[in-house]
């Protein structure tokens, strides 16, 4: 409760309220000195970022020398065109769980800010016409209070001037945790999923390039159950971009 006061003034008074409760470095949870600081000064200049070749479907690093896609694009098609994150899961497992279970919506704009990056890294200029978060189901919703995908895709197309729909895909379907289920089951659990709003306006999705927003992509599952319906009313094409990626290793666990 604290922290949503605190974030509805920071937003009101700015600069003055980041002095009375500074914000936080969304790395490393530390206070950050100097309003307008997103990453303090030591983790900005380290934060792990994915370096190196990368998978050309879902930018997941690559460790095999002559390959250009992962291991599971190689096995599985996938109903979206491609995607990418800036973060491997492991090494942002902790700033994570602050953002969705801390209380720590604020970090949606740093993690936004290096988002942009990967989203101008991998994306033509011009190319997404509207980006679309991961919808949470109602229920948890409540209980979170927040959906932390929207409020990423919310600070990514601002930075990026990119139109947001927040209310466009809703989750039907409130699944069991997906990290303990095999690819298949994950597949099958997600199917139908997910809807389009039928309150919204269909000309909304059609002929459009759209991007979904997440926090963790793990197999494409939950990207490819929510582009199943925008692919259906008739969106151009479904891209992705994630905070993070799992790596096969971590899906094995
Ligand atoms: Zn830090
Ligand atoms: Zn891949």
Request: proline share 7%; charged share 30%; aromatic share 8%.
């Amino acid at each position: 409760m604290k922290t949503d006061v605190i974030q509805v003034f920071r937003k009101g008074f700015g600069n003055c309220v980041e002095l009375l409760f500074p914000r936080r470095c969304a790395f490393c949870d530390r206070p950050v000195k100097l309003p307008g600081i997103l990453f303090c000064p030591d983790c900005e200049k380290a934060l792990p970022k994915i370096r190196g070749a990368r998978c050309e479907k879902c930018g997941r690093p690559l460790f095999g020398k002559e390959e250009t896609r992962c291991p599971d694009c190689r096995r599985l098609p996938h109903l979206f065109s491609r995607g990418s994150a800036p973060f491997v899961y492991r090494d942002m497992q902790m700033p994570i769980y602050r953002f969705k279970y801390g209380g720590r919506a604020e970090y949606a704009e740093a993690f936004a800010s290096v988002m942009e990056e990967e989203l101008r890294r991998t994306f033509l200029p011009g190319e997404t016409d509207l980006i679309v978060p991961v919808p949470l189901h109602e229920r948890r919703l409540q209980s979170r209070g927040y959906n932390q995908a929207a409020l990423l895709a919310i600070e990514l197309g601002k930075r990026c001037h990119i139109p947001v729909e927040t209310d466009l895909l809703i989750r039907k379907k409130d699944t069991a945790p997906l990290k303990d289920q095999t690819p298949a089951e994950r597949r099958k659990n997600l199917s139908d999923a997910f809807c389009i709003n039928r309150l919204s306006h269909k000309n909304k999705v059609q002929f459009k390039n759209i991007l979904l927003v997440d926090d963790i992509f793990t197999t494409g599952a939950t990207i490819d159950a929510c582009a199943a319906p925008l692919l259906f009313a008739g969106a151009s094409k479904v891209c992705f971009l994630s905070l993070s990626v799992s790596t096969e290793d971590e899906e094995k666990r």
